[in-house]
């Protein structure tokens, strides 16, 4: 891979971890009381929502590094009618703006309804980047990634990111959600890491089958196995330990003090990079 | 409309890459920028027929550029609508236009759009247009000493060449529906070969 890869491995990864914070912010504040609310109203710079726009807006900043020529970024929006690429930067726009509303409209306000509304509003935007991500890169001529993998990736990026970035800002204070919710972002969590180890063996397989017959891109061994049997490992090790704490509440809800999170919320965010740079390093094309 | 296509006849091409410094030459290109590419695919060895050996062994040449596609994947996908379609067919790109993403590069099965790094955009083949336009022929089919290249209307050139085939390593022409007419070496028939310089037909 070149390096100018790297700035789009950066660029997927953060913006689809963007929309999971959202994603599972939201989540509790319908299904739980207001007190949930109070991440949105408090004027904190440790503000969640604020952590998702740095977020967004990093991966926008990585993207650029991508572009030969950035000064025309702004004529990427000209091709809204077929190009899913001008859709992906017009739904980053829009998901960013609404990050950017619920700050200003959120801090002070004494309206959880309105807040409840503007959150999932920005949650539809997420999906909405999440949606026009995946079209992206399901391409009939690009048969690595004319799959179901991608799709079921880019979800599993956003969600385990998301999860784990809950529990991470409930046991350091920065949420206050009901401990039910907790336990079931880590069932959520645990599920996701498990659906993400085998999705990623069975993509590992197909990969294998699809066999490009080039030397310089050899799925079964090489550098690209050895990452691919890390990346697994990574996961499996992550999933043992969200699976040790889930019947331990208090472990789970930070009582223990939030340490053991941080190692965990590593694991998950190391192996995501490391799956998101495989499935680039996969590309190749049909034809010549 | 006009559909203006590219014809080539595999079984007369040399690979003597004429069309391909012709091109270069032409449009100003740098190192690693090949608009128009020739390809030999080769492959093949010995096999056991009975108690005889017989081989197999195979070579044959494929002149490739831009196929100006009916059905263009590289301008549905152009976010900037850098890349255009013509009355006539060509599909061309305006620099000005493109941020040089590469996705055009990625999605395109013929790996006409590429990259130019001095510029930071996309460039790619647009069938001489200037010279088109003048009334004169494409540089490659001019150069090639062969005759292996022609161009004109695609359907003039289905009726004047017979019906296209499809040969190694092409897509599958559903996809883009290029605008090409190829005329087969005879090796260039089987639908899978053995091929043995697959560094040089794929690139990644």
Redesign the interface.
């Known amino acids: 891979m070149s390096n100018r890869d790297w700035s789009l491995v950066f660029f997927t990864t953060l913006s689809q971890w963007s929309v999971g914070i959202i994603l599972c912010l939201t989540w509790p504040v319908f299904v739980n009381h207001d007190s949930s609310l109070v991440f949105i109203t408090e004027p904190n710079l440790a503000n969640p929502v604020l952590l998702a726009l740095i977020l967004i807006a990093g991966a926008t900043v990585s993207s650029f590094l991508h572009l030969g020529n950035p000064m025309n970024a702004p004529k990427a929006l000209n091709n809204l009618s077929s190009s899913w690429l001008s859709r992906e930067i017009f739904t980053i726009g829009i998901f960013s703006a609404s990050l950017v509303f619920i700050l200003l409209l959120g801090w002070g306000s004494d309206n959880p309804r309105f807040l409840r509304y503007l959150m999932a509003l920005s949650s539809m935007c997420g999906l909405a980047l999440l949606w026009t991500m995946i079209r992206i890169y399901v391409m009939p001529t690009i048969p690595a990634w004319n799959s179901w993998y991608t799709p079921v990736s880019f979800v599993s990026t956003a969600l385990s990111l998301g999860l784990v970035s809950l529990l991470v800002l409930q046991a350091n204070g920065l949420v206050n959600v009901a401990g039910h919710i907790i336990r079931s972002a880590s069932i959520a969590l645990a599920t996701m890491l498990l659906i993400g180890t085998g999705s990623g063996f069975a993509y590992q397989s197909y990969l294998r089958r699809l066999d490009p017959g080039m030397d310089d891109l050899v799925f079964d061994s090489g550098v690209f196995y050895r990452l691919f049997l890390f990346r697994m490992a990574l996961l499996i090790i992550a999933l043992m330990m969200i699976v040790f704490a889930i019947p331990n509440a208090s472990v789970l809800e930070g009582m223990t003090g939030p340490s053991w999170l941080y190692p965990l919320f590593g694991l998950i965010l190391l192996q995501e990079l490391i799956g998101r740079l495989l499935f680039y390093s996969a590309y190749f094309r049909t034809g010549v | 409309m006009k559909r203006l296509a590219f014809f080539f006849d595999s079984s007369s091409c040399s690979g003597c890459k004429t069309c391909q410094m012709a091109c270069k030459d032409k449009n100003d290109l740098g190192p690693g920028q090949i608009w128009r ?1 020739v ?1 030999e695919v080769t492959g093949g060895g010995w096999k056991k027929q009975g108690a005889t050996w017989t081989q197999d062994v195979f070579a044959y040449n ?1 002149s ?1 550029s831009c196929n100006h596609c009916e059905d263009p ?1 590289c301008v ?7 890349l255009f379609k013509r009355e006539d067919g060509i599909v061309q790109i305006d620099q ?8 055009c590069s ?6 006409a759009p590429q ?3 001095e ?4 460039g790619k083949c647009d069938f001489c247009a200037d010279y088109i336009d003048q009334g004169k022929n494409p540089s490659c089919v001019d150069a090639c000493p062969m005759r292996a290249l022609d161009f004109g209307d695609h359907q003039e050139l289905l009726d004047k060449y017979g019906p296209t085939d499809h040969i190694y ?4 022409p559903a ?1 883009t529906q290029p605008s090409l007419c190829i005329k087969a070496h005879q090796n260039a028939e089987k639908p899978n070969p053995r ?1 043995s310089n ?2 040089e ?4």
């Open positions: 590419r390809y494929l490739m994947i549905k996908n152009c976010p900037t609508n850098a000005s236009l493109c941020i040089g993403c590469k996705y990625w999605v395109c099965p013929y790996g990259f130019n790094p510029k930071g955009v996309m390593p092409l897509p599958d996809i091929v697959i560094e037909v794929k690139i990644v």
